[in-house]
């Protein structure tokens, strides 16, 4: 009994706590450009495509006054092209934060990144536009033959 007492308060708990999370900040509709917020610059080898995923890996972020980073996607092919164009994508909400995943992707599919850092009050001027196309589906093996006793 003691033990069922504890499973039901101890899973309470974790729905109420749960829904406790803080609300992520999103760009706001009129935007104020702080022109000495810095500007994400990724590194040499900042971005890696994959099928399923694309990886980003930009300078660390000294300046105390940025909250974190708004990151824009646009689809420019495949079959998603018209869903999200020009639209805000992510929020980070931690600036010492220096790699992102975006793991919502499809293959063979050409995307846009813009990234801004964001204060309490304004955002930085967007950063280069990222273009990068996602690797295509692996061809599948036609013919295997299993040889066993060699």
Same mark, same amino acid.
């Given at each position: ?22 609300? $992520?900040?999103?760009?706001?509709? @009129?935007?104020?450009? =702080?022109?000495?917020?810095?500007? !994400?610059?990724? %590194?040499? *080898? ?51 934060? $220096?790699?992102?995943?975006?793991? @919502?992707?499809?293959? =063979?599919?050409?995307?846009?990144? !813009?990234?801004? %850092?964001? *204060? ?31």
């Amino acid at each position: 009994m003691r033990l069922l007492t504890v499973a039901i308060l101890a899973t309470a708990s974790l729905l109420i706590f749960s829904g406790c999370g803080g609300i $992520t900040p999103k760009p706001k509709d @009129e935007v104020v450009i =702080d022109d000495t917020l810095p500007v !994400i610059e990724l %590194t040499h *080898s900042g971005v890696i495509a994959d099928m399923n995923s694309i990886a980003f890996e930009w300078r660390s972020i000294k300046d105390p006054r940025v909250k974190g980073i708004y990151i824009y996607k646009d689809v420019l092919s495949g079959k998603h092209a018209d869903e999200a164009r020009g639209n805000f994508y992510k929020t980070i909400q931690n600036r010492f934060q $220096t790699h992102f995943l975006d793991k @919502e992707i499809t293959p =063979d599919t050409k995307y846009n990144y !813009i990234f801004k %850092t964001f *204060s309490a009050n304004a955002e930085s001027k967007p950063s280069k536009t990222v273009s990068i196309t996602s690797l295509p589906v692996l061809k599948s093996v036609s013919w295997i033959q299993s040889i066993t006793g060699m």
